[in-house]
Structure formats: structure tokens, C-alpha cells
């Protein structure tokens, strides 16, 4: 039974089954899954004969094949656990304890996103010189790869300084060379400029023995104006003529009532001496 729920388990990866019956074969499939890592398998001798015990146990020539090609290949950095047990509840009728057992490296959904771990493994007493000569020739090697790092980022600074020097000498001969064309342009727009104002004053100045046309127009004005005067000096003699008369007449109304009153007073004079 725990050979043909193995087979099943490395074929399909997970099953269902009871909790009993699950801690059972974790037990039974656990070291078999040890034997097939690949460093258990380093020499021909020995991966046969764990292949061999592997057939013993399984009596199944494809899952022995799957066990050691796919699974070894997925569970070759975990150092123990290669299984997981979840518990799914009672089931009906007979009210056991179900539960899933699943190879862990093979749940996607679960172990996404997640870093895999350093495989740490425990040595010997033997083998603590061993790895102190290690450690100190990983420290040396760190230390010369440092001090190649070093070396490579002081060359990259001083040759980005140069590459920073050449770009600054040649910002700063386009400057010049865009300075002094615009100086030379500005220039040239200065003389074309006064050549023009020179030209236009040459050409309002009249030329010697001929009458420009605000002469005529002067000319015109005065006429103008010695007639309009003309004009109202005439005006002006009708209009004192006018009042001479007016003037004349008043005196002559005035004479005839100092007549008439000389006339009433004689008249007086002449009703008191009848009486």
C-alpha cells in the first residue's frame, strides 16, 4: 500500500488521504527522495545502488525514472521536508481525519514569489581546518576583487574627467566662434544701416536752382491769406459806412425833438400872456 501511494505521490506530485495514513508515507517516501538527490549520485557505483533500493521499495521502474530525474533535479537544494501534510477535514460516512500530502517544491502557487534558501549543511570535526583555509582564501579573493573594483572605477573617473575637459575646451571655442560671428553680423547691420540713413538724407536735400515742392505750396498759402485779408478789410469800410449813417440819422431825430419842445414852450408862453 505505501508503494503504490508513493508512486502515485511522485507521479501526480499530490494526494488525498487520511492523516494516518499520510504521516506513514512521508515516513516511507522521505529517504528515498534522499537517495536520489544528485549528490548522493555522484559515482556510477553508488547511484545504481541507490537505484536499486529505490526499485526495492517502489517495484516501479517509471517512478523510479521520474524520482530520479525530474523530482531529484527540483528537491536537489532543500536539505530535508520534502513533503507537506495539510489537513482538509472529516470525511462523510465514516468520519476520518483527511489530509493532503504534496511535494513542496512542486506548489507554484505557494512558493511564488518567495527567494530560494542556502543550502546550509553541517561538516565534520575534521573538516574545521578545512574550511578556515577556505574562508581565508574566499576573504583574499573578495579582497584582490575589491581592489580590482577600485582600480577600474578610478580609470573610469579619470577618463570621464578628460572626456569633461575636451567638452569644455570645445563649448567653449563654439562659443567664441558664435560670438565673434555675431559680432561681425552686427556690424555689418550697423554700416548697412547708416549706408541707408546717408542715402535717405541725399535724397530729401533739393537740388541747386529748382524749387522743391514746398515752395509752391508757400507761395500758394500767402496768396491765400493776402486775399482773405483783402476780404475783410472791405468788409469791415461797408460796415462802418453803416454805422456813420446809422449815427447820422440819431442826430437829426434828436434836432427835430429839441424843435418840437422849442415849439411847446413857445406854445406855453404864449397861453400865459393871453391870460
Known amino acids: 500500500m505505501l508503494a503504490n501511494m508513493a508512486c502515485s505521490l511522485i507521479e501526480h506530485k499530490r494526494i488525498n488521504t487520511t492523516v494516518a495514513k499520510a504521516k506513514a508515507l512521508r515516513q516511507f517516501v522521505e529517504p528515498l527522495i534522499t537517495k536520489s538527490k544528485p549528490e548522493n549520485n555522484v559515482t556510477a557505483e553508488k547511484g545504481t545502488h541507490n537505484r536499486r533500493i529505490a526499485f526495492k521499495n517502489l517495484r516501479n ?23 507537506r501534510i495539510i489537513k482538509l477535514g472529516n470525511r462523510l460516512g465514516d468520519n476520518a481525519d483527511m489530509a493532503m500530502i504534496e511535494l513542496v517544491d512542486f506548489n507554484e502557487l505557494y512558493n511564488a514569489g518567495k527567494p530560494k534558501k542556502k543550502s546550509t549543511r553541517r561538516s565534520r570535526r575534521g573538516g574545521t581546518k578545512k574550511e578556515e583555509t577556505k574562508a581565508a582564501e574566499s576573504v583574499e579573493e573578495t579582497k584582490g576583487n575589491d581592489a580590482e573594483t577600485e582600480k577600474k572605477a578610478d580609470v573610469a573617473k579619470e577618463s570621464n574627467a578628460d572626456d569633461e575637459v575636451k567638452e569644455a575646451k570645445k563649448a567653449e571655442g563654439t562659443s567664441e566662434s558664435t560670438s565673434g560671428a555675431k559680432t561681425e553680423a552686427t556690424s555689418e547691420t550697423i554700416n548697412e544701416e547708416a549706408e541707408t540713413k546717408s542715402e535717405a538724407k541725399a535724397d530729401d536735400k533739393p537740388k541747386a536752382g529748382t524749387k522743391t515742392d514746398a515752395e509752391p505750396k508757400a507761395e500758394a498759402g500767402q496768396g491765400d491769406a493776402e486775399t482773405k485779408k483783402e476780404a475783410a478789410a472791405e468788409s469791415g469800410g461797408a460796415e462802418a459806412k453803416d454805422t456813420t449813417t446809422e449815427t447820422k440819422d440819431g442826430d437829426t431825430e434828436a ?21
Not at 78 to 83: A, D, F
Not at 255 to 275: H, N
Request: aromatic share 6%; glycine share 14%.
Open 255 to 275: 434836432k427835430d425833438g429839441d424843435t418840437e419842445a422849442k415849439d411847446g414852450d413857445t406854445e406855453t408862453k404864449k397861453d400865459d400872456t393871453k391870460k
Open 61 to 83: 521502474k517509471y517512478a523510479v525514472t521520474e524520482l530520479f530525474g525530474t523530482v531529484a533535479e527540483k528537491v536537489g537544494d532543500r536539505p530535508g521536508g520534502y513533503t
